[in-house]
């Protein structure tokens, strides 16, 4: 196998393991959101078989997207405007949930609270929704570099 296709196939095999953790984050996150949206100003507490799973695609999300950035050049298969709006749209459209969370969470969930968490339990719970959001930001940050990187018009050299 030449260098090029063991390079295609590790920036396929990270953007499809990204593409499939991001998914299982929101589909994770979509019931507790549900509840806080639900049960205003009340506390919410995770199942911890769900944090363990949340926690653990967030480290996965954020290896993936770290290594492919290092060391994975994005790989273009085709160039086409349409398919590189289309994913850089994807690419927004997939922050707007955790752009929604973090509204619920800190505009409308957090003041309506009767009593505040303890401080430990406060940070914990704020760390992790931001590194969550975080690694929604980094994977929409990865399709919108792909979504440009085939949009562009291949490069003629003389």
């Not at 990270?14 to 009340?42: C, D, Y």
């Not at 749209?89 to 009767?114: C, D, M, N």
Request: charged fraction near 15%.
């Amino acid at each position: 196998m030449s260098q090029a296709s063991r390079w295609t196939a590790a920036y396929g095999a990270l953007l499809v393991l990204q593409t499939a953790v991001a998914s299982s984050l929101l589909w994770m996150i979509l019931p507790i959101f549900r509840r806080m949206v639900s049960h205003i100003g009340e506390p919410q507490d995770l199942d911890p078989w769900r944090l363990a799973i949340i926690v653990g695609g967030v480290v996965v999300l954020q290896s993936c997207y770290w290594v492919r950035l290092r060391y994975v050049p994005i790989f273009v298969p085709f160039r086409n405007v349409l398919v590189g709006h289309l994913l850089q749209f994807s690419s927004r459209a997939s922050f707007f949930f955790g752009g929604a969370f973090f509204s619920v969470v800190f505009f409308r969930h957090v003041p309506e609270l009767g009593v505040l968490p303890p401080f430990g339990q406060a940070a914990a719970k704020g760390i992790t929704i931001i590194a969550i959001l975080f690694a929604l930001f980094c994977y929409s940050l990865e399709l919108e570099r792909l979504g440009k990187a085939i949009e562009e018009p291949p490069i003629k050299c003389r």
